[in-house]
């Protein structure tokens, strides 16, 4: 079993940063997908990031490339999200998550494991 837990989340104005941090434990951390998801009230889940523990490649959504990075800190079991220059659009409830495949995807579907998500807020 895998836990995956989030932390960070928070109120902001626009053009301030956050960052997003994600836990998981319980199986080999290494080969994991790690990827970050959001969702609006009203709206489906939507892909923001994704990096493989293995090798490291990353894969962004067009609309945060640019300002979002996703990384990692193995030692530590966590996966991070650094958010700059945040808009309006960007506030969601942030879900991180956790795929057996070393492959990066933009499909929730993909991914196995999940976080209870964390909010974030970001006014104009």
């Known amino acids: 079993q895998v836990q995956v837990v989030e932390s960070g989340g928070g109120l902001v104005q626009a053009g301030d940063s956050l960052r997003l941090s994600c836990t998981a434990s319980?199986?080999?951390?290494?080969?994991?997908?790690m990827g970050w998801f959001r969702q609006a009230p009203g709206k489906e889940r939507q892909f923001v990031a994704a990096?493989?523990?293995?090798?490291?490649?990353?894969f962004y959504a067009d609309s945060v490339k640019g300002r979002f990075t996703i990384s990692r800190d193995n030692a530590k079991n966590t996966v991070s999200l650094q958010m700059n220059s945040l808009k309006p659009e960007d506030t969601a409830v942030y879900y991180c998550?956790?795929?057996?495949?070393?492959?990066?995807?933009?499909?929730?579907?993909?991914?196995?494991?999940w976080g209870q998500g964390t909010q974030v807020t970001v006014s104009s």
């Open positions: 998550a956790a795929r057996y495949i070393s492959d990066t995807s933009n499909n929730p579907d993909d991914y196995n494991y």
């Open positions: 990096l493989t523990l293995f090798g490291g490649r990353t």
């Open positions: 319980g199986r080999t951390f290494s080969s994991f997908t």
